[in-house]
C-alpha cells in the first residue's frame, strides 16, 4: 500500500498571501496525484488532477506540481473562500485508493 | 447537473446491518466506475470500496472485506452499500463518489454530500 503524507498539518496564511502545501508518496506514483479541498460541513471537491490539471470550474490561483514522490500545491493567492482542508490522494497503485491526511489553511 | 444522494445511515448497534444507497443522476450512470469513501468525525478521508460499470468486479479496503458489499443497480441509477458487522470504528460520513471517465483517471471527479452512520457499542 502506497502511504501518502501530507505537511504541514496547519498552515496559517494571511489573505493575499500565497500557500504552498506539500504531499510526498511513499512510493512513485507517476503523475497520478489529485487534491481535493473540503470546506467545513461540506463534501470534498476536485481541485486538481494528474499532479498539475485544474478540474473544471477551478480557479487559476490554484496550480499543482511534481511527479514520483513529491508533489505540491499552490495558492497564488488566498482569498477568504479558500481558507479549507486540502487532501492529496494517489490513484496510481490501487487498491487501495490512498489519501494524505489533510493539510488545514487557516487564517493568520 | 450532475448530482449524487446519499441515503440510509443513521443509528446502529454494533453487530447490526444497514444499506447505503446512492442516487445518480444528471450522467450516465452505467458507464462510470463508482466508489465509497468513508469519513470519520473529525479524520480524513478513507477509501472503503469500488465497483466497476456492470457491478461484475468490486474491491474494497481490508478492513471492511468480508463485511461491506457494493452493488448497483444500473436501471435505478443507484449504488449501494450494505455494511453488516457494523463496528464503533466504521461510523462517520459515507460518500458516494464518481470515478473520472478517462481510461487510466482513476481519479474522484464527483462526491455527493454524504450520509452518516453512527454506530453505538
Known amino acids: 500500500e502506497i502511504v501518502v503524507t501530507q505537511s504541514p498539518a496547519t498552515l496559517s496564511v494571511s489573505p493575499g498571501e500565497r500557500a504552498t502545501l506539500s504531499c510526498r508518496a511513499s512510493?512513485?506514483?507517476?503523475?497520478?496525484l489529485a487534491w481535493y479541498q473540503q470546506k467545513p460541513g461540506q463534501s470534498p471537491r476536485l481541485l486538481i488532477y494528474?499532479?498539475?490539471t485544474r478540474a473544471t470550474g477551478i480557479p487559476a490561483r490554484f496550480s499543482g506540481s511534481g511527479s514520483g514522490t513529491e508533489f505540491t500545491l499552490t495558492i497564488s493567492s488566498l482569498q477568504s473562500e479558500d481558507f479549507a482542508i486540502y487532501y492529496c490522494?494517489?490513484?496510481?497503485?490501487?487498491?487501495?485508493?490512498?489519501f494524505g491526511q489533510g493539510t488545514k489553511v487557516e487564517i493568520k | 447537473e450532475v448530482q449524487l444522494v446519499e441515503s440510509g445511515g443513521g443509528l446502529v448497534q454494533a453487530g447490526e446491518s444497514v444499506r447505503l444507497s446512492c442516487a445518480a443522476s444528471?450522467?450516465?450512470?452505467?458507464?462510470?466506475?463508482m466508489h465509497w469513501v468513508r469519513q470519520a468525525p473529525g479524520k480524513g478521508l478513507l477509501w472503503v470500496s469500488r465497483?466497476?460499470?456492470?457491478?461484475?468486479?468490486?474491491t474494497s479496503v481490508d478492513s471492511v472485506k468480508g463485511r461491506f458489499t457494493i452493488s448497483r443497480d444500473n436501471a435505478k441509477n443507484t449504488v449501494y452499500l450494505q455494511m453488516n458487522s457494523l463496528r464503533v470504528e466504521d461510523t462517520g460520513v459515507y460518500y458516494c463518489?464518481?470515478?473520472?471517465?478517462?481510461?487510466?483517471?482513476?481519479?474522484?471527479?464527483?462526491w455527493g454530500k454524504g450520509t452518516t452512520v453512527t454506530v453505538s457499542s
Open positions: 494528474a499532479a498539475s
Open positions: 444528471g450522467f450516465t450512470f452505467s458507464t462510470y466506475w
Open positions: 512510493q512513485s506514483v507517476s503523475s497520478k
Open positions: 490522494q494517489q490513484y496510481n497503485d490501487w487498491p487501495p485508493w490512498t
Open positions: 463518489v464518481r470515478e473520472a471517465p478517462d481510461a487510466g483517471a482513476w481519479f474522484l471527479d464527483v
Open positions: 465497483i466497476d460499470k456492470d457491478g461484475t468486479v468490486t
